[in-house]
């Protein structure tokens, strides 16, 4: 079982920054590829970012590429997310995810990952 907790959400101007991390209670963290998704209201929850578990290589939506970095410290079990020249359309609930799958799998998809935190409220006011 993995226990995943986000924080750094809040409240930032579009054109600025936020830097997101996600910790891990998992004993062997770096077994674990990780994702970051996101979900506004009434929308479907989507991908973001994902990194692999070495941190060698790393995924982006379109929307956010060139904007976001994903990286991760297995030292320290965690997971960031750095957003750079946020946009109103940034503001989203941002969810992070695990998964260890063997085998075929995507990324960028939900149904890859078994393990979620509970979220952290970003807002982008124009």
């Known amino acids: 079982q993995v226990q995943l907790v986000e924080s750094g959400g809040g409240l930032v101007q579009a054109g600025g920054s936020l830097r997101l991390s996600c910790a891990a209670s998992a004993r062997t963290f770096s077994s674990y590829y990780m994702g970051w998704f996101r979900q506004a209201p009434g929308k479907e929850r989507e991908f973001v970012a994902a990194i692999s578990r070495s941190g060698g290589s790393t995924v982006y939506a379109d929307l956010v590429k060139g904007r976001f970095t994903i990286s991760r410290d297995n030292a320290k079990n965690t997971v960031y997310l750095q957003m750079n020249s946020l946009k109103p359309e940034d503001t989203a609930v941002y969810y992070c995810?695990?998964?260890?799958?063997?085998?075929?799998?995507?990324?960028?998809?939900?149904?890859?990952?078994?393990?979620w935190g509970q979220g952290t409220q970003v807002t982008v006011s124009s």
């Open positions: 995810a695990a998964g260890n799958r063997a085998g075929s799998y995507s990324l960028r998809a939900r149904g890859s990952y078994d393990y």
